[in-house]
Antibody
Framework: EVRLVESGGGVVRPGGSLRLSCAAS????????MSWVRQAPGKGLEWVSA????????GYADSVKGRFTISRDNAQNSLFLQMNSLRAEDTALYYC??????????WGKGTTVTVSS | DVVLTQSPLSLPVTLGQPASISCRSS???????????LNWFQQRPGQSPRRLIY???KRDSGVPDRFSGSGSGTDFTLKISRVEAEDVGVYYC?????????FGQGTKVEI
């Protein structure tokens, strides 16, 4: 079974940092690009960042560029998102997703990040 | 960045009747490899998104054939041939042709 499980969410003060992780199973992780997509409470989907299959290429939404860093460990079947200088507007459910055919074909259940003082 | 504009944002539907959602892009979505990476997602209440359509018109595995995608250039459409009760939720278009990828605002489909 193809599965993505996110972890690392929590409550953090403005200006703080968090590192999200995504554990993949059921497919050859190194063959796929991966993405992070977030959803603020009651709002729509927002693409955050993506990384290609060999970690040679990364992309970021303008809203997180310079603050967030995506990375992966193909040997550990894991995807990461290092989030620094967090703001209230980063509060959201963060999904890990697999890229295939130019879009996200497999999604995790998400991990919640709350930025509040 | 590419802006995707969906319409309508709210779509009341009748069971058994067709429904259609439009997605307009602010610029061409033709990738340098010649493909158009336009996707459609369904998000049921309380669930993670599920992709229905990729590359404009290709249905993902397990997606009922009442869902179809079409379009070219900057105008794209998701059609449901006969709405069923389980189709209630929010539908998003999303482009992966250029980074940053972007989503439309979402269309809420309700019976």
């Amino acid at each position: 079974e193809v599965r993505l499980v996110e972890s690392g969410g929590g409550v953090v003060r403005p200006g703080g940092s968090l590192r999200l992780s995504c554990a993949a199973s059921g497919f050859i992780f190194g063959d796929f690009g991966m993405s992070w997509v977030r959803q603020a409470p009651g709002k729509g989907l927002e693409w955050v960042s993506a990384i290609d299959w060999e970690a040679g290429g990364t992309g970021y939404a303008d809203s997180v560029k310079g603050r967030f860093t995506i990375s992966r460990d193909n040997a550990q079947n894991s995807l990461f998102l290092q989030m620094n200088s967090l703001r209230a507007e980063d509060t959201a459910l963060y999904y890990c997703a697999r890229d295939s055919g130019g879009g996200e074909d497999v999604w995790g259940k998400g991990t919640t990040v709350t930025v509040s003082s | 960045d590419v802006v995707l504009t969906q319409s309508p944002l709210s779509l009341p539907v009748t069971l058994g009747q067709p429904a259609s959602i439009s997605c307009r892009s602010s610029q061409s979505l033709v990738h340098s490899d010649g493909n158009i990476y336009l996707n459609w997602f369904q998000q049921r209440p309380g669930q993670s998104p599920r992709r229905l359509i990729y590359k404009v018109s290709k249905r993902d595995s397990g997606v009922p054939d009442r869902f179809s995608g079409s379009g070219s250039g900057t105008d794209f459409t998701l059609k449901i041939s006969r709405v069923e009760a389980e189709d209630v939720g929010v539908y998003y278009c999303m482009q992966g042709s250029q980074w940053p990828a972007t989503f439309g605002q979402g269309t809420k489909v309700e019976i």
